[in-house]
């Protein structure tokens, strides 16, 4: 059962076709023989299978192709993968979007991913199949004509709105860039730049302002941390350290052992 040459539990069941009885022989003849069988028609099923999956990721490609996916464009990816606890049918399930850096082949694209540390600018590409990703829709500018007649509007500005509700506090902070976040005593910070190419400080996060580089940083961060759960076995290098400082402490031990005892 276990070695160079392992078998299923219905082969391995299976009796040996040499014997001196020809009536046993023969029924175990018989028995091979649909075991044979069978396996030839599960792989005929298999290949199937695998035949009518193509031929439904293929119908559902746009006929031009153009419209397909292509080298620069942004996608969403589909996984299927979320935390422990929490329920599949509320997560959000399409991450992203990502760059397409390569087509290698037709069907599968290469994606560009970027680490989300500060310091470490490192990226790895990962190649995912075409069934799991969608273009990012690039909706059209609004219109911007203005209009030669205003529509009535039976609303009366002054009684509802001051007369400053439409200007910016100069006290209010702006947020002009951001780029790490940490936990300090429970408090949520986040480096930020508060002038336009102004020096970076840290700023806890109830004392900023609403904006959407706020929002942007945060569902990049979740994004990514999502996608690293399929690839970050590939990353982490082994860590033998351990295993080193054990055979120090064997050695250490061994030699304490020789010494005389009192």
Same mark, same amino acid.
């Given at each position: 059962?276990?070695?160079?040459?392992?078998?299923?539990?219905?082969?391995?069941?299976?009796?040996?076709?040499?014997?001196? !009885?020809?009536?046993?022989?023969?029924?175990?003849?018989?028995?091979?023989?649909?075991?044979?069988?069978?396996?030839?028609?599960?792989?005929?099923?298999?290949?199937?299978?695998?035949?009518?999956?193509?031929?439904?990721?293929?119908?559902?490609? *746009?006929?031009?192709?153009?419209?397909?996916?292509?080298?620069?464009?942004?996608?969403?990816?589909?996984?299927?993968?979320?935390?422990?606890?929490?329920?599949?049918?509320?997560?959000?399930?399409?991450?992203?979007?990502?760059?397409?850096?390569?087509?290698?082949?037709?069907?599968?694209?290469?994606?560009?991913?970027?680490?989300?540390?500060?310091?470490?600018?490192?990226?790895?590409?990962?190649?995912?199949? !075409?069934?799991?990703?969608?273009?990012?829709?690039?909706?059209?500018?609004?219109?911007?004509?203005?209009?030669?007649?205003?529509?009535?509007?039976?609303?009366?500005?002054?009684?509802?709105?001051?007369?400053?509700?439409?200007?910016?506090?100069?006290?209010? *902070?702006?947020?002009?860039?951001?780029?790490?976040?940490?936990?300090?005593?429970?408090?949520? #910070?986040?480096?930020?730049?508060?002038?336009?190419?102004?020096?970076?400080?840290?700023?806890?996060?109830?004392?900023?302002?609403?904006?959407?580089?706020?929002? #942007?940083?945060?569902?990049?961060?979740?994004?990514?941390?999502?996608?690293?759960?399929?690839?970050?076995?590939?990353?982490?290098?082994?860590?033998?350290?351990?295993?080193? !400082?054990?055979?120090?402490?064997?050695?250490?031990?061994? #030699?304490?052992?020789?010494?005389?005892?009192?």
């Amino acid at each position: 059962m276990h070695g160079w040459d392992p078998f299923t539990t219905i082969t391995a069941s299976l009796p040996a076709t040499k014997s001196g !009885d020809h009536e046993a022989n023969r029924w175990r003849s018989q028995l091979h023989q649909q075991h044979v069988f069978c396996k030839a028609m599960a792989h005929d099923l298999l290949c199937q299978a695998v035949k009518r999956r193509a031929e439904a990721h293929n119908a559902q490609l *746009p006929p031009a192709v153009d419209e397909r996916i292509k080298v620069g464009d942004l996608v969403w990816v589909y996984i299927d993968q979320v935390k422990s606890g929490v329920k599949k049918k509320l997560a959000h399930l399409w991450h992203g979007p990502f760059c397409v850096l390569d087509k290698k082949h037709d069907y599968a694209s290469v994606l560009e991913i970027q680490g989300r540390l500060a310091l470490r600018n490192h990226r790895f590409h990962a190649e995912v199949h !075409d069934s799991r990703l969608k273009p990012q829709r690039v909706f059209q500018l609004r219109p911007t004509e203005r209009m030669d007649s205003q529509p009535p509007v039976d609303f009366d500005k002054g009684l509802y709105l001051p007369p400053d509700s439409f200007e910016p506090d100069p006290d209010e *902070p702006q947020v002009f860039g951001i780029r790490a976040v940490r936990y300090t005593d429970h408090i949520k #910070e986040y480096e930020v730049q508060l002038e336009p190419d102004g020096a970076w400080t840290w700023v806890a996060a109830i004392s900023l302002p609403a904006s959407t580089l706020v929002y #942007e940083f945060e569902r990049d961060l979740l994004h990514l941390d999502r996608l690293n759960m399929m690839v970050q076995t590939d990353f982490v290098p082994p860590n033998n350290d351990e295993d080193e !400082d054990e055979t120090k402490s064997e050695a250490g031990g061994g #030699e304490e052992d020789d010494l005389p005892r009192a």
